[in-house]
């Protein structure tokens, strides 16, 4: 027997190629400001402002992993660092984010990140664990 599996999509916003200029952590949850806000995926996939809070994350899970200078192939050493690290480090950063997946109480966000202190953008993924929500704050 085959079954066939078809992705279909229930986030009903898109964050792809949308810019993230600010992280915020309050308490267990993460707010990711964006600066233009996302693209809603239903009707005429207009772009609407706002910023998203996912709750309950769990910095003992979640990861950031810095991969490649400006997206290369081939071989690289990259770096693993814990999220708590991440967000105590780098405060003033712009991250544009060009993937994101869902799963069981975990998301990951794929895209460039750019740091003021360093000319070429860095691929980065984060990978996060939360027991929450995702909440759009969807600015009417």
Same mark, same amino acid.
């Given at each position: 027997m085959n079954v066939i599996y078809h992705?279909?999509?229930? =986030?009903?916003?898109s964050l792809h190629d949308m810019r993230v200029n600010r992280i915020e952590r309050?308490? #267990?949850?993460l707010r990711f400001c964006f600066e233009t806000g996302y693209v809603e995926l239903k009707g #005429?996939?207009?772009?609407?402002?706002?910023?998203?809070?996912? #709750?309950?994350?769990?910095m =003992?899970?979640?990861?950031?992993?810095?991969l490649s200078e400006n997206? =290369?192939?081939?071989?690289?050493?990259?770096?693993?660092?814990?999220l708590e690290s991440f967000l105590d480090r780098y405060r003033d950063i712009s991250f544009e984010i060009l993937d994101e997946a869902y799963g069981y109480h975990t998301v990951t966000y794929r895209g460039y990140l750019s740091?003021?202190?360093? #000319?070429?953008?860095?691929?980065v993924m984060l990978s996060l664990y939360y027991t929450g929500n995702i909440v759009y704050e969807v600015q009417e």
């Open positions: 992705f279909q999509p229930t =986030a009903p916003y309050t308490g #267990e949850n #005429e996939n207009r772009q609407v402002s706002g910023d998203l809070l996912i #709750e309950r994350v769990s =003992a899970f979640s990861d950031v992993y810095f997206g =290369a192939y081939g071989t690289f050493q990259g770096q693993r660092m814990e740091l003021p202190d360093r #000319e070429p953008l860095m691929e």
